[in-house]
Nanobody, 116 residues
């Protein structure tokens, strides 16, 4: 199973930016590979933030459209989430997920805290 490691979280003031990185231990080049970023708070279920297909087709949660951008670098086995215009409601633990057919891998998560 592919191991995923997230990094880049931290504390930021509202309006600021952060860039999350997710590095995989194995290839993410598969035509069936979908990589996504999810987030979770103690009060909410884990929710999809953004996902990108092998063909670089991306989709976003309505709450982050226009502010967040997901991208991938297959050569570096990495996926990124650029987060701009951060809001306090973006505070959560962010998880990277890789799905290939029926197999799914999760990272350990990285905390993002946005202060008002």
């Amino acid at each position: 199973q592919v191991q995923l490691v997230e990094s880049g979280g931290g504390l930021m003031q509202a309006g600021g930016s952060l860039r999350l990185s997710c590095t995989a231990s194995g290839s993410i080049r598969s035509p069936n590979a979908m990589v996504g970023w999810y987030r979770q708070t103690p009060r909410k279920q884990r929710e999809l933030v953004a996902a990108i297909s092998s063909g670089d087709s991306a989709n976003y949660a309505d709450s982050v459209k226009g502010r967040f951008t997901i991208s991938r670098d297959n050569a570096k086995k990495a996926v990124y989430l650029q987060m701009n215009s951060l809001k306090p409601e973006d505070t959560a633990v962010y998880y990277c997920n890789l799905r290939v057919d029926l197999a799914s891998s999760w990272g350990q998560g990285t905390q993002v805290t946005v202060s008002s």
